[in-house]
């Protein structure tokens, strides 16, 4: 299962680098990492761009029941990969933009315990990052945390949208044992998001 979804990642990296973040799937020493980083407690969490599922793995390994997980992923190949290897989570087809319609329909009564995001943040408009966290801030109560991997020195998050929402950004763990090196990120908000704002969508420039 390793190596076909290695070759799987492999093939998409070559076809679309810009879209996908790596050569190669998260180690499984950064999945845990990412893992590690999940708030104490209970409730669904929703993984952004699962790939072949190193971090979902990981997310289960670390006790994430199946059915408290939903993952959601635009490539429809890596969909089905997820589908059939990880039976009882719940995948869903889709662009993370679009988050909270995507997660419309799952009736999930209390907010979402974390977002753990693979996406390549670093290539997003500053707009689509407001966008993505705006949304992930409204799954969570308004708190958060999106927990975010990065391979670049600082955070992949740009100041002017850390500011404008108001979140507190933490690294949290260094992981030399990828290739490359990366970083995992968390971001909340002290005191809930407004629901209001919430709600308005993305105002930050490109």
Same mark, same amino acid.
């Given at each position: ?12 990296? /070559?076809?679309?680098?810009? =879209? ?44 994430? =029941? ?11 190949? /890596?969909?089905?990969?997820? +589908? ?10 889709? &662009? ?8 419309? &329909? $799952? ?11 693979? $996406? ?11 966008? $993505?966290?705006?949304?992930?801030? !409204? ?20 100041? !002017?949208? +850390?500011? !404008? $929402?108001?979140?507190? &950004? ?13 970083? +995992? ?11 209001? !704002? ?9």
């Amino acid at each position: 299962m390793k190596r076909n979804s290695e070759l799987i990642f492999f093939s998409k990296w /070559f076809a679309s680098p810009l =879209r996908v973040a790596s050569i190669t799937p998260s180690s499984t020493p950064l999945a845990r990492a990412m893992a590690s980083a999940l708030p104490v407690g209970d409730g669904t969490v929703v993984e952004l761009g699962g790939g072949t599922g190193p971090i979902t793995h990981a997310l289960l390994e670390a006790g994430v =029941r199946s059915d408290q997980l939903v993952v959601i992923e635009r490539d429809a190949q /890596f969909c089905n990969h997820l +589908v059939r290897r990880f039976p009882g989570v719940v995948v869903r087809h889709g &662009d993370a933009l679009d988050l909270v319609t995507l997660m419309e &329909d $799952l009736a999930v009564n209390t907010p979402v315990r974390a977002v753990v995001s693979g $996406l390549p943040l670093l290539s997003m408009s500053s707009a689509a990052q407001e966008q $993505l966290l705006q949304q992930a801030l !409204r799954l969570t109560g308004g708190t958060g945390p999106l927990i975010q991997f990065s391979y670049g020195l600082a955070s992949p998050l740009r100041k !002017r949208v +850390v500011q !404008r $929402l108001g979140l507190v &950004d933490r690294c949290v763990a260094q992981v030399w044992r990828n290739v490359p090196p990366a970083k +995992v990120w968390t971001y909340a908000c002290l005191t809930p998001y407004p629901a209001s !704002r919430q709600a308005q969508g993305g105002g930050v420039s490109p």
